[in-house]
């Protein structure tokens, strides 16, 4: 894909997001997963397979012993081989852009705080498993390509400590920064386009629209809702196109063959192994 020199314009209006409840929203992609898993698909062509990306969604965790958006949960599946990580960037009290989903750390770390009202050494004091997003960096960036979605705006000085631990990297060829809400791109406005990309969930219809409409470099969102004429306009406007979450090697098959490079996942390892495998039975 090829980077343009268009930014981001932060005075246009962003969509508005569906509500659906995320317990919900998985209920109903797991049905249609067990449902189109094994429908009738065309067997993905050794170009489709090579072209085809794992994206690890905030890494291998079973939520227990390995947590989401841990170095734990995004070390085996670099090791594997699997193409991208997908984490999440809020900012903590002194704006330090820490990686971490929730605003507070209730669900995954079991305590109360809010990540906006402690200061980085006290965040990593108390939970050091949340890592800052130098370390990911660091640890990573050579390795797998990076999916850093934002999810929350910060000061001034958050969100330009944000673009200094970026600026090492090549927007495109290292990472890529993805939103629910458009309106968080302006936060890193200084990019190409091409580095943006907005993510849907039951609002495919409206962020699908938005990526028409505004310079970016791809969109991801529920397989369920894609069509094939989508994939058709992002192959003309050279954008990618990823297709999430996937759990099943025979849906992921399908999806590839629909020309849907890259696979956001819950189960990367499970999938990196099935996508290897048919690499592999498509080179005989």
Partial sequence: MTLGRSRYNPALTPPAQAAVHP???????????AALAYWPRDRPTSEQLARAMIVAHRGERDGIRVKENTLAAFDPVVAAGVAAIEFDVRYTADDEPVVV???DLARVFGR?????????????????EVPHLADIIARYADRAHLMIELKARGSARAEARLREHLRGLTPGAHYHVLA???ALFAAV???????????AKANWETIRDWSQRHDCG??????????????????????????GFISRPGLMRREIGRDI??????????????LDRARRRSRR
């Fill in 23 to 33: 317990f919900v929203e998985d209920a109903l992609l797991w049905i249609a997963e």
């Fill in 101 to 103: 989903h929730d605003a």
């Fill in 112 to 128: 109360p705080e809010r990540i906006d009202a402690l200061d980085w050494a006290t965040l990593h004091r108390r939970v050091p």
């Fill in 180 to 182: 629910l809400d458009p």
């Fill in 189 to 199: 406005a200084e990019l190409p386009a091409a580095a943006l990309a907005p993510v």
């Fill in 218 to 243: 791809g969109i991801a969102g529920p397989f369920p809702f894609i069509r094939r004429a989508d994939i058709r306009d992002c192959q003309r406007a050279d954008r990618w196109i990823g297709s």
């Fill in 261 to 274: 490079p890259w696979i956001f996942t819950n189960r990367p390892l499970a999938l990196q192994r099935a």
